[in-house]
């Protein structure tokens, strides 16, 4: 794909969300030494009746789908041909790397022996019958797809650079050591960018291959996500447990994904105050619904198959939390069915936060709020413990705001109006 | 619009491929599953009308494990001379445990906990890198720290909550009884809660033993028990199985159905990925139609004259 639909953001890193950012950052990576200094009990209220907590059920379970929107965004431009979104794919693909990078040191934080990970790595290990074995090793190839998809971002840029600060800065240093900066640094630099001319277009060339893979895997583990839970049948409140879980979470990861999609374009074009890509959003926003449907058809017709539906009215604890999620999808998805609301950026952003939330309150109620191990167990997230996945969470926003300052990671403008051009908005999406 | 079309049928064509993969990858599954009992293993036989909830039990069980099984005793606040061993339940440091259920002055009961040592566990079939394991030969469902990642799915997966995690440790284990596999039992024959119990109220052996005298019980002392011996048939059986005067959802012990958590989720999860042919088949057709996309959308470009980059 061509390189110059993309651009840099140009702008200064330093801004005072920046410092918010890195402050809670900070404040979550603290903790997450002291949980491995004094033992997780320490910063977590998780207990032997709720051995997951908030750390599983949020930056696991829920941060994966809604790192989703890169599989989403790959969905429609590769498999159903909608080219004129690849400009957006990039930032897409950026948010997920994060999502899953961070999904994954989340595990590891999680972990009570992370030293023994490796056996994911001994076939006399490796245990077919666990989905967590699945997940983790599809979240783990995963995120190896993301950085090679995101990898052409990071070699335009060591082909194009100058090296101008580390110039400035390899100068300053070699200034005070009173001494003569060697040329050989001078000729490495040139050595990395050829080697990064060299590699571009012959990984431009494999990538697709990488790509499909970077459909295929999601696809995988975020239908197992769901069957996690399939085992917990004493536990699970019947409102979810069902045999449909893997395909329920399936389902919900895409409409999260093009939901976050959009709410990730129009966040980021209120922030870096670039035009809204309304167009763009609009087209896919006509998706949503579809995906939305199938999934409450699903719901309500196993409930009504397992004889749940009166349990879903009972408007006990249970129910309310399962009704809040179906309407708050539902209502996302009936502002959607409409035209012009879907050319609207103030309710493309609504629906779409009202189905991330519904969404995301569904993989809550599964891994947390529907889960009851018995009489005597309680659990609500310690402060340290939200304020890791608090510290987590800022760390990917951080990460993202930088990155797109440095990489070529935003639709360059021109193209895109160019491609509005040539797709008009007639054209469905 | 003329790339839509094209696109919608591929699309219906992944689904007839990974639908034929799923129904072939079904029947499969189902061919070669289904467990049965295997009543020549060993377990233990609790009667909570024999126990006289003297925690002797509790006692041979740190005693004999506490090195080997990372258990360390449990002070109780009261306990400033840190005289007695008095956890509140199964914990970190705790793998068996006598509880006293009081419905009144009259009708009251004691019960033990600790693994039930199920036919076909839940924790072994959640566990991702094979640390819980069961030994075919003597039913024993045990663990291995060396292997174990914590992730603490088998505490999720188990529906009696028995596997408990060292919260407070810097490096943390799973705790659950393993019938003194590598303790006890190969030097005596018997787990040390059953060889110490004065009262006769833990029986050690092979599971069929163990029905038949259960059975034996029931029949011989009519109005005595409850008309059912917990574990013979919960989950898909257990080998460690109770016997008592009180309701056993009263004891602690759920009241649970028949079938094993684990055949149900293994038969989906052996649905989804049998001979790893729908995910094969799911990549293949993925890269067709990326391929065909990509190609389409070259030539499309190429007439037009308006690459602007292009691909390739």
């Known amino acids: ?429 | 619009m003329t790339m839509g079309k094209p696109s919608r049928r591929q699309f219906l064509k992944i689904m007839g491929a990974t639908g034929a993969a799923l129904l072939a990858g079904k029947k499969a599954a189902v061919a070669n599953e289904g467990h049965k009992i295997n009543n020549e293993t060993i377990g233990m036989l609790y009667d909570a009308t024999k126990c006289v909830g003297c925690k002797a039990c509790m006692s041979a069980c740190k005693r004999v494990n506490g090195d080997y099984g990372s258990l360390s005793y449990e002070r109780a606040k009261f306990d400033t001379d840190g005289l007695w061993d008095a956890p509140e339940d199964l914990s970190g440091s705790t793998r068996t445990l006598i509880k006293l259920f009081k419905q009144s002055e009259q009708e009251w009961s004691y019960v033990k906990y600790s693994c039930m040592h199920c036919q076909k566990p839940s924790c072994v079939s959640v566990c991702p890198v094979a640390a819980m394991t069961r030994d075919p030969e003597t039913g024993i469902v045990d663990y291995n720290k060396n292997t174990c990642i914590g992730c603490r799915y088998c505490q999720v997966a188990c529906a009696f909550n028995i596997p408990k995690f060292q919260w407070e440790k810097a490096i943390p284990q799973i705790v659950k009884c393993d019938l003194c596999k590598n303790t006890n039992l190969p030097k005596k024959g018997i787990s040390a809660c059953a060889e110490v119990c004065p009262a006769g109220a833990i029986m050690f052996g092979k599971r069929k033993d163990l029905l038949e005298e259960a059975e034996k019980r029931l029949r011989e002392n009519p109005g005595k028990y409850i008309n059912h011996i917990y574990g013979a048939n919960e989950l898909g059986g257990t080998n460690h199985l109770y016997l008592a005067s009180m309701q056993f959802n009263k004891l602690g012990l759920p009241t649970l159905k028949d079938e094993a958590p684990a055949e149900f989720s293994e038969k989906i999860q052996h649905t989804i990925y049998k001979g790893f042919i729908a995910p094969v088949a799911l990549y293949s057709t993925l890269c067709f139609i990326a391929l065909k996309n990509m190609k389409g959308h070259g030539e499309d470009e190429h007439d037009t004259k308006n690459d602007k980059g292009g691909h390739h």
């Open chain 1, 1 to 429: 794909m061509g390189h110059d639909e993309y651009q840099t953001h140009e702008a200064k890193i330093l801004t005072p969300s920046f410092i918010v950012l890195l402050t809670l950052t900070l404040i979550g990576f603290a903790l997450i030494i002291l949980r491995f200094v004094k033992g997780i009990g320490t910063v977590s209220n998780m207990s032997d009746g709720y051995p997951w907590g908030i750390w599983i059920t949020y930056d696991v379970a829920t941060g994966t789908a809604i790192a989703c929107g890169g599989y989403a965004m790959a969905i429609l431009v590769y498999i159903r041909n909608r080219m004129h979104y690849h400009p957006m794919i990039r930032s897409a693909i950026l948010t997920s790397m994060f999502g899953y990078g961070l999904a994954g040191f989340s595990v590891m934080v999680d972990l009570g022996r992370p030293w023994n990970a490796y056996n994911f790595f001994v076939p006399s290990k490796w245990q077919v019958n666990s989905a967590m074995f699945e997940v983790a090793v599809c979240v783990m190839a995963y995120t190896m797809v993301l950085i090679i998809e995101f990898l052409p971002a990071i070699l335009t840029t060591l082909e194009k650079t100058e090296w101008k600060t580390l110039q400035h800065m390899l100068d300053l240093v070699y200034g005070r050591l009173g001494m003569e900066r060697p040329e050989r640094i001078g000729d490495r630099l040139d050595k990395v960018k050829e080697l990064a001319a060299w590699a571009r277009p012959r990984l431009d060339k494999v990538l697709i291959f990488v790509i499909v893979l970077g459909i295929t895997l999601p696809t995988m583990h975020q239908s197992s996500l769901g069957s996690l839970l399939l085992i917990a049948s004493t536990k699970l409140h019947p409102l979810w447990h069902t045999g449909f879980l893997p395909l329920l979470f399936l389902i919900n990861c895409m409409y999260i994904g093009y939901s976050i999609a959009i709410l990730e374009s129009v966040i980021s074009c209120y922030a870096f105050k670039r035009p809204f890509e309304t167009k763009e959003l609009s087209g896919m926003a006509r998706i949503i619904p579809f995906l939305t449907v199938i999934w409450l058809s699903v719901v309500i017709g196993d409930l009504a198959w397992r004889g749940q539906l009166g349990t879903a009215l009972s408007f006990n604890f249970y129910s309310c939390f399962f009704l809040l999620e179906f309407c708050l999808i539902a209502a996302g998805s009936l502002i959607l069915f409409s035209k012009k609301k879907r050319e609207s950026i103030r309710w493309l952003f609504v629906s779409a936060a009202l189905i991330v939330f519904g969404g995301a309150l569904y993989r809550f109620n599964v891994y947390l709020i529907g889960f009851n191990p018995g009489k005597g167990w309680h659990y609500f997230p310690a402060l340290a413990e939200l304020m890791v996945t608090v510290g987590i969470v800022a760390f990917e926003i951080l990460g993202y705001q930088v990155l797109v300052k440095l990489l070529p990671v935003l639709p360059r403008l021109h193209t895109r109006e160019q491609h509005a051009a040539t797709h008009p908005l007639g054209e469905k999406a």
